[in-house]
């Protein structure tokens, strides 16, 4: 059963080759896998550096993991982190987990040892699966803890176990600096289980048992205080959209997408690990961004599809090939995370014909709630909302509705909206308001919406910094900071970037014996070894005090509003 959407202005303009709401399967993810790998069995779902994987042994794969977790004591609804670059062990390891009816947590794997203890403790997690470029962090994260805490089995793969015999083939092969990182050992650090030997055990998992409002996918986000909190979401809150992006987005069997966008997000989640395997089509995995090699894989594999976000068409302009590259085989290019500069939007539609769809989501929603179509495209836009979805900007004071054209917080009811925060019953009440009877999620993005039902967010309720499409949530950064021996107080805002956007900037108060001698740059440094690059800040200043309210609050606003005056 569909819920009925009441009629809503981007109605008059909905394409017509698109249903308004769809049928969606009641099904698990794993059943998923079962039917494509029934029906295309030896297609490859996945190529990666010239090594193809196919949907049989994706499944077979999965399945000998799924029994290796139950082994290790792993039952329904055990959570299990993934932790790792793209690559095709991410993918078996995914499917693994759904087969043994528990619980996918996937972790940034730009995380620190200092931010990755929150993700074994916060979701009671007793199994990992990572690189071997990570096996450290892990390791350190986790004798940190108690040991009542502490992960039971870590489970390492290297990037080499899913690479062909004899090497990367040279057409596929990616830039010198990312190759030796590819393929640099690692020793194995005492009680990890290698990835082979876990695969060589053998183990058959029991029934997969399954129901589509069972929880299966835990990611986290951060937000406007505290530690990030995790995303409960289910088989049918996952569902929609990856039907739905395939519907949207065309694809099928024949389809070959480029999957670079990182598989944790929530967005390269669903483009590359969920939808294409429901469609029974092609990912072209890349682990890491590089131009050069993104133009060299579309061009040798004929990718139609590409999500990505706005900074990689931009690098790819940048390259000094790229009139080399052929493009021509790109039917549909989409993305967000970042606003599309109208100048590149143009060059692609010029050059090579291509419309760039931008869209909108969220963690909490699975990704799009919102994206245009193809055919219909607005620039810097959000987009309309999608199937059976309906959103609203409203008066975040009154909670009232606002008329077109009016700014508000862009609030959403929709089959992919999340069930709720982990361990955040507080938080969970706070994002959800019922509007005519019905439950919406508050985004704390503020937008408008015009006359034909096209979204454009204008700014944000919350606090954040968008870093090339990557989130940053000051108030974390600020409790990593404090750690710093040299901090005695700190703000963190956000500054204009050419390139990336926006920058973290850190307003630093140093302690008395740090005053003197320590040079901003320090304040980097020590960033860099306890926090993921992209929340590293980029400027330090140093004042003397920092501004606060009668309360005692640090008036972090009135220090953004100063910033573009400084920049």
């Given amino acids: 059963m569909t819920e009925t959407v009441a009629v809503r202005p981007h109605h008059a303009i909905w394409p017509r080759r698109l249903p308004r709401e769809l049928a969606v399967p009641r099904t698990s993810l794993w059943f998923n896998l079962e039917v494509s790998a029934r029906r295309f069995p030896d297609k490859a779902a996945y190529l990666y550096l010239g090594q193809p994987m196919t949907f049989r042994q994706l499944q077979q794969r999965a399945e000998a993991f799924a029994g290796w977790l139950q082994s290790r004591g792993v039952g329904k609804g055990d959570r299990v982190l993934l932790y790792m670059q793209n690559c095709p ?34 979701p009671d997690a007793r199994v990992v699966i990572t690189t071997a470029d990570l096996a450290g962090i892990v390791d350190q994260a986790n004798q940190a803890l108690p040991e009542a805490q502490r992960l039971r089995h870590v489970l390492v793969t290297r990037f080499a176990d899913a690479m062909q015999e004899g090497g990367i083939p040279a057409d596929e092969a990616p830039s010198a600096p990312l190759q030796q990182w590819l393929t640099a050992e690692h020793p194995a650090l005492p009680g990890h289980e290698r990835w082979p030997a ?45 039907v739905g992006g395939a519907v949207w987005g065309l694809a099928s069997p024949e389809t070959v997408s480029l999957g670079v966008v990182p598989f944790f997000h929530i967005t390269g989640m ?29 061009s040798r594999h004929r990718v139609t599809h590409w999500t990505c976000i706005p900074t990689m068409i931009i690098d790819l302009f940048g390259s000094p090939n790229y009139r080399s590259f052929d493009l021509t085989s790109l039917t549909y290019l989409s993305g967000g995370g970042a606003a599309m500069p109208a100048a590149v939007a143009e060059r692609l539609k010029t050059e090579f014909g291509l419309t760039f769809a931008e869209g909108y989501g969220l963690t909490e929603t ?30 975040p004071d009154t909670l009232k ?10 609030v959403t009811h929709g089959p992919m909206v999340f069930k709720g925060y982990w361990k955040h019953p507080d938080a969970t009440a706070r994002a959800f308001i019922e509007i005519e009877g019905k439950s919406f999620f508050r985004t704390g993005d503020l937008g408008r919406m015009d006359e034909e039902g096209y979204f454009f967010i204008t ?10 499409g990557f989130k940053v949530w000051p108030s974390e950064v600020e409790l990593l900071l404090f ?60 004042v003397e005090a920092l501004p606060k309210s009668g309360s005692g609050k640090v008036m972090w606003r009135l220090l953004q509003d100063q910033e573009p005056q400084k920049a």
């Fill in 401 to 410: 509705e606002v008329p077109v054209g009016e700014v508000g917080e862009i």
């Fill in 366 to 395: 699975a990704a799009p709630t919102h994206a245009n179509p193809p055919e219909r495209a607005k620039l810097q836009c959000l987009g309309i909302p999608l199937f059976g979805t309906d959103s609203r900007v409203i008066d």
């Fill in 89 to 122: 062990q991410f993918i078996v390891a995914f499917y693994a987990v759904v087969r043994a009816n528990a619980v996918v947590v996937p972790v940034n794997p730009m995380n620190r040892a200092d931010e990755f203890g929150h993700y074994i403790t916060d």
């Fill in 483 to 542: 750690k710093c021996p040299a901090v005695q107080e700190a703000c963190v805002i956000s500054t204009k970037d050419a390139y990336r956007g926006e920058s973290v900037k850190a307003v630093v108060v140093l302690r008395a014996e740090a005053r003197g001698h320590t040079r901003e740059q320090d304040i980097i440094d020590w960033a860099r070894e306890h926090m993921a690059a992209y929340k590293v800040p980029r400027v330090v200043e140093f």
């Fill in 198 to 242: 876990a695969l060589a055990e053998g183990h058959v998992p029991g029934p997969h048992t399954a129901e589509p409002d069972d929880l299966v996918l835990l990611p986290y986000t951060s937000g406007t205080t505290g530690l990030p909190k995790g995303c409960l979401h289910t088989h049918m809150t996952l569902m929609p959209n990856i």
């Fill in 459 to 468: 700014d944000r309720l919350k606090r954040m910094i968008n870093a090339s």
């Fill in 270 to 298: 669903l483009y590359g690990v969920l939808s294409p395997v429901y469609t029974a089509s092609t990912v072209v995995i890349m682990p890491r961004w590089d131009r050069e090699l993104a133009g060299r894989l579309i």
